[in-house]
């Protein structure tokens, strides 16, 4: 059974960094497109950055410039670098295939930013 877990999350002020981990068990990793997610609340799940197998990278307009995606196939794993954080990027994040069947989707991890 597929399995995605995310951690690094956390409490940050305005203008900090967190890197966000999601590690993949169970599953094929390695030829998919993986993708980060947000959800606010409220507010509808988001695809906010997305990298192929062979490692090129897609952000939406709001995390461009701020946020970088990379991957380790041979750990299954995909990281998620956030700088320059701001409030409006307090959300619960998940990773998932992108453009695919998801998998079963993880617990995520809490993201918030505040003073």
């Known amino acids: 059974q597929p399995q995605l877990v995310e951690s690094g999350g956390g409490l940050v002020q305005p203008g900090g960094s967190l890197r966000l981990a999601c590690a993949a068990s169970?599953?094929?990793?390695?030829?998919?497109?993986m993708g980060w997610y947000r959800q606010a609340p409220g507010k509808q799940r988001e695809l906010v950055a997305s990298?192929?197998?062979?490692?090129?990278?897609n952000y939406a307009d709001s995390v461009k410039g701020r946020f970088t995606i990379s991957r380790d196939n041979a750990k299954k794993t995909v990281y998620l670098q956030m700088n320059s954080l701001n409030p409006e990027d307090t959300a619960l994040y998940y990773c998932?295939?992108?453009?695919?069947?998801?998998?079963?989707w993880g617990q995520g991890t809490q993201v918030t930013v505040s003073s």
């Open positions: 998932n295939k992108a453009g695919a069947l998801p998998y079963p």
């Open positions: 990298i192929t197998s062979g490692g090129s990278t």
């Open positions: 169970g599953a094929i990793f390695s030829i998919y497109t």
